[in-house]
């Protein structure tokens, strides 16, 4: 498998749910275990699969790109909601 990257979506009963960046519709679902590092929900990661195994590398910038983007949206809703 070719290393490709993925946001860390969800975490659930001891599974990581990924979504394929960037259209985010296909997951990759990793159990926990079989991974290299942990990883925090909405992080944008590289994944490369050897033998079953997932080495996982946090990109940081573009995870707080990331957080900056869905923070500035959440920041304008709530402008928005406290006009109403």
Same mark, same amino acid.
């Given at each position: ?9 969800? @975490? $659930? ?10 259209? $985010?519709?296909? /997951? ?11 990883? $925090?929900?909405?992080?944008?990661? /590289? @994944? ?22 869905? /923070? ?13």
């Amino acid at each position: 498998m070719n290393s490709t990257k993925y946001t860390l979506d969800r @975490i $659930e009963d001891g599974y990581a749910v990924f979504l394929k960046y960037p259209d $985010e519709e296909e /997951q990759l679902i990793i159990l926990q275990s079989a991974m290299n590092k942990p990883v $925090e929900v909405g992080a944008r990661v /590289q @994944i490369e699969e050897v033998d079953g195994f997932y080495y996982i590398d946090i990109l940081k910038e573009e995870t707080e790109q990331r957080r900056a983007n869905m /923070q500035h949206l959440m920041d304008k809703l709530r402008k928005r909601t406290n006009r109403n």
